[in-house]
């Protein structure tokens, strides 16, 4: 099936599919309407932090102020659905995701922080440039094959609630193939955080999955130490996700294979015997708002 890619296309790379190895769109072209505000904390300068930082100048004004106490809540994020390998992997963070205090997480590896006016000014922008858009659009010009990812835009709106609008192949397609022009600057306002360098991510509880290996493969070990037994019985509600806390989630660290974002190849995982059956694993850390 073909599709039609105009300048957009040719100026960004594709994205990595999202919901199996990697959604982190790269490459997307500046918009004319500008970029994300650039103050913020991480490995590569001297930003300023805080609510008593200088942030850039903003795009406008928020509704609502920037949540400043209370749990810390996700406020925008970039990731992707479907795509060549589907969904197999479920482990899959954002792309991008910004939370409440400013903290900025690049799929689940990398952090930083924005100062309270580069945040205001972000969401300021990012609201009104999704603001009065479907929960899907499609482009105007040609069709997007199915092996391209779904891009998913997700804003916390004035009023609390979260808005979400999805996109298929947006990166690769973008104003020039017919996308509103609003959609595709709010996906490049969010896909530019990922220039900040930030410092590794990491974190006490970590989120891991469990599957059931195909029969007949490697003998499997005994069950580790101190690492949650599966829910689930074998079949097809064999894959589970679960996030482990303290002394278990040191026994997951352990025993299971690290997700890698980004990396499709498939890994030898060593299986292990359950009172369920035999399962591999795979983890993560968990990101703030990650609780199960």
Request: aromatic share 6%.
């Amino acid at each position: 099936m073909a599709l039609m890619f105009g300048a957009a296309a040719c100026s960004s790379s594709a994205s990595k599919p999202a919901a199996d190895g990697s959604s982190s769109p790269t490459g997307a072209s500046s918009p004319s309407t500008g970029s994300a505000p650039s103050s913020a904390t991480g490995s590569g300068g001297t930003p300023a932090t805080g609510s008593g930082g200088t942030s850039a100048p903003g795009t406008g004004t928020p509704t609502t102020p920037v949540p400043s106490s209370g749990p810390v809540q996700r406020v925008a994020e970039i990731h992707s659905e479907g795509g060549f390998a589907g969904n197999a992997l479920r482990l899959q963070p954002p792309a991008v995701v910004v939370y409440s205090d400013g903290t900025v997480v690049l799929n689940a590896s990398k952090r930083y922080t924005l100062d309270s006016g580069a945040l205001a000014s972000l969401l300021a922008s990012v609201r009104k440039d999704l603001d009065g858009l479907p929960e899907t659009v499609s482009p105007t010009k040609g069709r997007p094959i199915p092996d391209i990812p779904t891009t998913v835009l997700g804003i916390r709106k004035g009023d609390g609630s979260y808005q979400t609008v999805r996109a298929a192949g947006l990166p690769q397609i973008g104003k020039d193939g017919g996308y509103p022009a609003p959609l595709y600057d709010a996906y490049t306002k969010l896909n530019d955080l990922n220039a900040t360098a930030g410092t590794p991510f990491t974190g006490p509880d970590v989120r891991y999955l469990l599957s059931c290996p195909a029969a007949g493969g490697t003998k499997p070990e005994p069950w580790p130490a101190g690492m949650p037994q599966p829910v689930n019985a074998e079949g097809a509600t064999c894959v589970e996700i679960h996030v482990a806390t303290g002394p278990a989630a040191a026994a997951v660290r352990t025993a299971c294979q690290a997700y890698l974002p980004g990396d499709l190849q498939s890994k030898p995982a060593v299986p292990y015997q359950s009172d369920k059956g035999v399962r591999t694993c795979q983890w993560r850390y968990a990101l703030p708002d990650e609780t199960s």
